[in-house]
């Protein structure tokens, strides 16, 4: 039997929805309404909300001390770059563990998956050493290839997840309809598979552009992306909030922009397979 | 041509054995039905034909031809598969087109083909539609399309009804029964549905844990079970066994008599017993009885019109000549 909802209920449920949404949300509306105050405002107390004398200031003076654009291009090429990297390899990879699985299939997925459990700083002094070694430090190919690296083990998850749900019977009939593998992975698999790697894609894209840690220690000013373009603006003397939240507003618009518009296919994609 | 022959074809899932060394031999052109309980092995030896499925020993010959390594696309067989198994992102035209375009038949002979099958199955309608816009029934007749437009040697059918609910059922197996007297093509179809079995096959194949009980026309197999399993098996209701006493005075182990051939009667019968269950289809009424002396319950199918009720004393009479005589290892006495 369904569930009787009142719509007193109901109403209810909406309000604690919403509260819960603004109150995620509440920091980063601060942070973009902090950019357009003066810095004496952003230290006001007690603080104000809308009301005061809204300029584009901070984002000029940001604009003119340090080059956006270098770090923009730095965080599309790291991000998109490991990413494409990632699923170039996830693929194949996933493939075989959810059409040819072996007895230790489940496993090696779980050893995978185990490796993201390991404090990320644990593993900093040897891959420094190694980036010394091999002249990778701060340069972007050494950030593709690490965070390629660190999120490898979600792309081949959410990859296996999804070829998980294609049915073997499905490709058993390509194959007794003469179909070769290449035909069958052509024709028949990657058009289902679209949308679970279209949505593997996105996520990883935002992981990757929002990766702090390995951006940080790894490069100094040429391959440095946006995130290290916000931690220079966080400096231990002085108070530059209005400018830091400039930079932040700056560095997060590109990745608030392209989830905003693919949160339908995001959602789906994340909750594929929870409900048939 | 369709004559497929399986050559002492065993196979095994690691250490287990699930099909032990058998021979079988299915004529071209005939209606053969794998039928068997759960796990008997039925769909693993359909598979083993189609070369979905490696043997672990044996031959399997297609029309003299040694196929037993060869892939399942060049084997010239098609399959319609329990779940349809149709391409969900492509249209119907697409979906039966698919075989043809990876044998890369002329376009216009596949229009054509399509057209045809799809007349034939009434899909015509519906060629623009995707899978998941169908009934559950036209997705079936999709999947038969696409195993006909193949023209193949011999159609392979996994349990091609069971996901359909009764009504479409019945109606679907006629269908394909009609297809089979057009085309006359060799078709192998399993299930673990008796009746679907006794109603469309040339001939039934019983499987027992991967072993051939009995290969025979469905009457054959009504009528002359080689053993305990078959006779059980085929029919419904099941066969009554009785054991001890009342089989010995026919000189048999167990004795076997079907629901259909016991006469009752409020007055006079060999048996007695006492009705626990009376169920009333209207053409027929099957009680449930609890015989005097028998250890089991008693299945009796008699007329609409008798109208026993649960409680009721009454008289049982096997019919002589079609009591089934078996031994102690379970085969049938001659």
């Given at each position: 039997?369904?569930?009787?909802?009142?719509?007193?209920?109901?109403?209810?449920?909406?309000?604690?929805?919403?509260?819960?949404?603004?109150?995620?949300?509440?920091?980063?509306?601060?942070?973009?309404?902090?950019?357009?105050?003066?810095?004496?405002?952003?230290?006001?107390?007690?603080?104000?909300?809308?009301?005061?004398?809204?300029?584009?200031?901070?984002?000029?003076?940001?604009?003119?001390?340090?080059?956006?654009?270098?770090?923009?291009?730095?965080?599309?090429?790291?991000?998109?770059?490991?990413?494409?990297?990632?699923?170039?390899?996830?693929?194949?990879?996933?493939?075989?563990?959810?059409?040819?699985?072996?007895?230790?299939?489940?496993?090696?997925?779980?050893?995978?998956?185990?490796?993201?459990?390991?404090?990320?700083?644990?593993?900093?002094?040897?891959?420094?050493?190694?980036?010394?070694?091999?002249?990778?430090?701060?340069?972007?190919?050494?950030?593709?290839?690490?965070?390629?690296?660190?999120?490898?083990?979600?792309?081949?998850?959410?990859?296996?997840?999804?070829?998980?749900?294609?049915?073997?019977?499905?490709?058993?009939?390509?194959?007794?309809?003469?179909?070769?593998?290449?035909?069958?992975?052509?024709?028949?698999?990657?058009?289902?598979?679209?949308?679970?790697?279209?949505?593997?894609?996105?996520?990883?894209?935002?992981?990757?552009?929002?990766?702090?840690?390995?951006?940080?220690?790894?490069?100094?000013?040429?391959?440095?992306?946006?995130?290290?373009?916000?931690?220079?603006?966080?400096?231990?003397?002085?108070?530059?909030?209005?400018?830091?939240?400039?930079?932040?507003?700056?560095?997060?618009?590109?990745?608030?922009?392209?989830?905003?518009?693919?949160?339908?296919?995001?959602?789906?994609?994340?909750?594929?397979?929870?409900?048939? | 041509?369709?004559?497929?022959?399986?050559?002492?074809?065993?196979?095994?899932?690691?250490?287990?054995?699930?099909?032990?060394?058998?021979?079988?031999?299915?004529?071209?052109?005939?209606?053969?039905?794998?039928?068997?309980?759960?796990?008997?092995?039925?769909?693993?030896?359909?598979?083993?034909?189609?070369?979905?499925?490696?043997?672990?020993?044996?031959?399997?010959?297609?029309?003299?031809?040694?196929?037993?390594?060869?892939?399942?696309?060049?084997?010239?067989?098609?399959?319609?598969?329990?779940?349809y198994?149709l391409?969900?992102?492509?249209?119907v035209?697409?979906?039966?087109?698919?075989?043809?375009?990876?044998?890369?038949?002329?376009?216009?002979?596949?229009?054509?083909?399509?057209?045809?099958?799809?007349?034939?199955l009434n899909l015509?309608d519906y060629?623009?539609r995707?899978p998941?816009q169908l009934s559950g029934g036209q997705r079936q007749r999709v999947a038969i399309g696409?195993?006909?437009?193949?023209?193949?040697?011999?159609?392979?059918?996994?349990?091609?009804?069971?996901?359909l609910?009764?009504?479409l059922?019945?109606?679907m197996?006629?269908?394909?029964?009609?297809?089979?007297?057009?085309?006359?093509?060799?078709?192998?179809?399993?299930?673990?549905?008796?009746?679907?079995?006794?109603?469309?096959?040339?001939?039934?194949?019983?499987?027992?844990?991967?072993?051939?009980?009995?290969?025979?026309?469905?009457?054959?197999?009504?009528?002359?079970?080689?053993?305990?399993?078959?006779?059980?098996?085929?029919?419904?209701?099941?066969?009554?066994?009785?054991?001890?006493?009342?089989?010995?005075?026919?000189?048999?182990?167990?004795?076997?008599?079907?629901?259909?051939?016991?006469?009752?009667?409020?007055?006079?019968?060999?048996?007695?017993?006492?009705?626990?269950?009376?169920?009333?289809?209207?053409?027929?009424?099957?009680?449930?009885?609890?015989?005097?002396?028998?250890?089991?319950?008693?299945?009796?199918?008699?007329?609409?019109?008798?109208?026993?009720?649960?409680?009721?004393?009454?008289?049982?009479?096997?019919?002589?000549?079609?009591?089934?005589?078996?031994?102690?290892?379970?085969?049938?006495?001659?």
């Amino acid at each position: 039997m369904a569930r009787a909802i009142t719509s007193q209920r109901k109403a209810l449920n909406t309000a604690l929805a919403w509260g819960v949404g603004l109150l995620i949300f509440f920091p980063i509306l601060w942070t973009i309404l902090t950019s357009f105050k003066t810095e004496a405002q952003a230290i006001s107390d007690p603080p104000v909300f809308l009301f005061f004398d809204w300029t584009l200031e901070n984002y000029s003076v940001v604009q003119q001390r340090s080059d956006y654009g270098r770090f923009l291009w730095n965080s599309i090429i790291i991000a998109g770059g490991s990413t494409i990297l990632g699923i170039i390899i996830a693929v194949p990879a996933a493939w075989s563990m959810a059409f040819v699985p072996s007895k230790r299939t489940k496993d090696i997925l779980l050893w995978m998956l185990s490796t993201k459990m390991l404090p990320a700083v644990g593993v900093l002094y040897p891959i420094y050493l190694i980036f010394i070694k091999l002249g990778l430090l701060d340069t972007k190919t050494g950030l593709v290839i690490v965070l390629m690296l660190i999120n490898l083990p979600i792309i081949v998850w959410m990859l296996y997840t999804y070829f998980k749900e294609i049915p073997g019977e499905i490709l058993e009939a390509a194959r007794m309809d003469g179909a070769t593998l290449r035909e069958e992975v052509l024709y028949i698999l990657t058009p289902m598979a679209i949308p679970g790697i279209a949505s593997t894609l996105l996520l990883n894209v935002i992981l990757a552009w929002n990766e702090a840690f390995w951006t940080l220690n790894l490069t100094a000013a040429k391959a440095a992306p946006l995130t290290a373009f916000i931690a220079s603006y966080s400096s231990p003397e002085g108070l530059f909030y209005a400018k830091l939240s400039a930079a932040s507003t700056m560095a997060i618009a590109p990745i608030l922009i392209l989830g905003w518009f693919s949160q339908k296919q995001l959602v789906s994609g994340l909750t594929f397979g929870a409900v048939k | 041509m369709g004559r497929i022959t399986l050559d002492k074809v065993s196979k095994n899932f690691g250490d287990l054995q699930v099909i032990p060394p058998l021979d079988l031999t299915i004529d071209d052109g005939e209606f053969t039905v794998f039928v068997g309980p759960s796990g008997c092995g039925k769909s693993t030896l359909l598979r083993l034909i189609a070369g979905l499925e490696d043997v672990t020993s044996g031959q399997i010959r297609i029309d003299k031809q040694d196929a037993t390594h060869v892939p399942p696309a060049k084997r010239g067989l098609a399959m319609v598969f329990q779940s349809y198994a149709l391409y969900p992102h492509m249209s119907v035209r697409k979906n039966i087109a698919f075989p043809m375009k990876m044998a890369k038949v002329p376009v216009e002979e596949q229009n054509r083909r399509i057209e045809a099958a799809a007349n034939a199955l009434n899909l015509s309608d519906y060629l623009d539609r995707r899978p998941g816009q169908l009934s559950g029934g036209q997705r079936q007749r999709v999947a038969i399309g696409r195993a006909i437009v193949r023209e193949p040697s011999a159609f392979l059918f996994d349990e091609p009804l069971s996901n359909l609910d009764a009504a479409l059922r019945v109606g679907m197996r006629l269908e394909i029964s009609e297809l089979h007297e057009r085309l006359e093509t060799t078709m192998i179809y399993v299930t673990h549905d008796q009746v679907e079995a006794m109603t469309m096959a040339d001939k039934i194949v019983v499987l027992h844990a991967g072993v051939i009980e009995q290969v025979g026309s469905p009457l054959e197999l009504y009528h002359t079970p080689r053993n305990k399993f078959v006779a059980g098996f085929i029919g419904s209701p099941k066969m009554n066994f009785i054991e001890g006493e009342e089989a010995a005075k026919h000189g048999a182990h167990t004795i076997g008599i079907r629901p259909e051939h016991i006469e009752v009667s409020g007055e006079t019968g060999t048996w007695s017993g006492v009705v626990s269950v009376s169920e009333h289809l209207g053409s027929d009424t099957f009680f449930h009885v609890h015989g005097t002396g028998l250890a089991d319950t008693i299945t009796v199918r008699a007329g609409g019109e008798v109208g026993f009720r649960h409680g009721d004393r009454i008289f049982m009479t096997p019919r002589a000549d079609v009591i089934h005589k078996f031994d102690a290892e379970g085969l049938r006495i001659a």
